[in-house]
């Protein structure tokens, strides 16, 4: 059973800088991987942010961004805005198979 | 902008088939190389990753989930489909159907009770 971790909560502060991170249990996480990203708010659907790796949509905020970093795909948020407090998650590509990590709550405070 | 609906019933039996379907406007469903993918979500839980479809045809699905679940296009009526059989109740959840993951429909609460 691969599992995809993320940090479960993290807190930032208006303006400041933050990095989430996606880990897998086979190991390094690679572009092969075709790491995304997902927003979603309480009682909305995902809004999808990056897509392998560090592909932004025509409507993802600068602020966001994403890469590898450490063995791990990151999803780095600079300059946060109070309206990024949500949840995110991300998904890794296993074999064609997609893996959802378990996501990550972030607060702005 | 390609636009997702699902529709399906609100409430099956356990044992019985979930079975929803998922509507796109705005686009041809067999158009360009894209798939089509499911995805759910219980209640105050994570994302599950079903399965998706391409346009080819050709289907992944979630491991945990293989031995039940089928995903089908039906070009006709720009429709996909997903049928999960022998359902219990932590099927239970919030169904999603999504283009390339990249637009996702509203989402479908399904509760699987007798």
């Known amino acids: 059973q691969t599992v995809v971790t993320q940090e479960p909560s993290l807190t930032v502060s208006p303006g400041g800088t933050v990095t989430l991170t996606c880990a897998s249990s086979?190991?390094?996480?690679?572009?092969?991987?075709?790491p995304n990203w997902f927003q979603q708010k309480p009682g909305q659907a995902p809004r999808a942010l990056i897509y392998?790796?560090?592909n932004k949509h025509s409507w993802t905020p600068a602020r966001f961004s994403g890469s590898l970093l450490g063995g791990k795909a990151a999803l780095t948020l600079s300059g946060v805005q109070p309206e990024d407090e949500a949840e995110y998650y991300c998904?890794?590509?296993?074999?064609?198979?997609?893996?959802f990590g378990g996501g990550t709550k972030l607060t702005v405070l | 902008q390609v636009q997702l609906q699902e529709s399906g019933p609100g409430l099956v039996k356990p044992s019985q088939t979930l079975s929803l379907t998922c509507t796109v406007s705005?686009?041809?469903?067999?158009?360009?190389?894209?798939?089509w993918s499911w995805i759910r979500q219980p209640a105050g839980k994570g994302l599950e990753w079903i399965g998706r479809?391409?346009?080819?045809?050709?289907?992944n699905y979630n491991p945990s989930l293989k031995s039940r679940v089928t995903i089908s296009v039906d070009t006709s009526k720009n429709q996909f489909s997903l049928k999960l059989s022998s359902v219990t109740a932590a099927d239970t959840a919030v169904y999603y159907c999504?283009?390339?993951?990249?637009?996702w429909g509203q989402g479908t609460l399904v509760t699987v009770s007798s």
């Open positions: 086979t190991g390094a996480v690679t572009s092969g991987y075709y």
């Open positions: 998904l890794l590509y296993y074999g064609g198979a997609g893996v």
């Open positions: 479809i391409y346009t080819s045809g050709s289907t």
């Open positions: 392998s790796t560090s």
């Open positions: 999504a283009s390339k993951l990249w637009v």
């Open positions: 705005g686009g041809s469903i067999s158009s360009g190389s894209y798939y």
